[in-house]
């Protein structure tokens, strides 16, 4: 099933119409335009949304500090008729155990400032897809369920995102929302804290300090018998930082998808952050053990990736209701869900089992993504798919896609 949406700005105003549909259905992105790499003797190529202005970011990016991920399409403000991806395709494409398994599992959102509707804008996106009322709670960053901190609208925009996407993929999970105070690296570290504090499982991070590995410490997302997952970035190769970056942390890349008739399909979102964890200034973070890739000498991201481009969302506090969405920070919460549909985050230990698997275990549990790119680094692995240098892993979507729970 695909969810067609229609959107105009007067000011924003969404109508849905949802609507059985068989034909093809293509999410896709032109390639960028090369551009001089700050960080590197490479060349970073501008991502599609930011050259044509197709996006707009929920947050502001500042380097070194946090922001939330989240990508507005502007399409969606322009009175264009498109097919949004929904519960059903995410479903679907990574033939996911849904509708049995999650529950008892607790995922934990991690974000900034507060979402005062973010219950009811859950409830409304669960009930057209038919997902059943959630178990949600939500929490500041002490654990308290009062006290929420200001209100933010890119990061609440960035709320129902992440809540959405664990609804999306585990319908039965029991979702917990941690409100950072605010978007400073102590008060995120907090909520990390007491995301772990409370029982969650798995943690998921939609949010990147670009170009910055140390703005957050590694012992706030290393609870034990907790598995944390971190968007990969929106700008592309080289675009790392914490807490992806970390070691204790899955990073998760992005995809395009697409669909012809019942048969999906995925490629490289050529904004999708990964590569070596550098930065491009020979400092990163160490390389652990399990990796054993040849041409980074750090932490080498992205581990793992999911759909990142044309999902659907509802928010009623940064606008009124259904648009389209995009970024690694759409990802990052479904793999989350993934792993709690599997339900052993406490025999993980971050992405080494990606990294670990025999290539016969890749083959039947991740779909390999082996087209596309998300900048230029002379054509290798770092940055594109499908080179075969060290076999099937790619910098920008890491092993690949879900096909099923058992990579996770």
Known sequence: MNLKLTKFFAPTIAILAVTACNASRTSSVPVGT???????GSRAVVPEWEAKGLATPACPQVTGKPACLALVESK?????TISAWTPADIQARYNLPSATNGAGQIVAIVDAYDNPHV???LAEYRKKFNLGPATFYKYNQEGAQSNYPGGDKGWGLEIDLDVDMVSAACPLCTIYLVEANSSAPSDLEDAEAEAASLGAQVVSNSWICGGSNTCV???YFS???VIYTAASGDTGYDDNGAPESLASVVSVGGTILSRKGSNYGEIVADFSGGGCSDNGNGVGVAKPSWQTDPDCAFRTDADVSAVAWDVAEY??????GWFWIGGTSVAAPIIAA???????ASGQNAGENFWSMSVRQRAKELHHISRGEDGSCGGEYLCKAGTKQFGTYSGPVGWGTPNGIGAF
């Open 34 to 40: 090369e551009a001089n790499h700050t960080l590197s």
């Open 76 to 80: 969606a403000l322009r009175g264009t």
């Open 119 to 121: 219950a009811s804008d």
């Open 217 to 219: 410490s590694s012992s």
């Open 223 to 225: 609870a034990p018998g």
């Open 315 to 320: 928010d009623t506090y940064r606008f009124r």
């Open 338 to 344: 993934v792993f709690a549909l599997a339900g052993n």
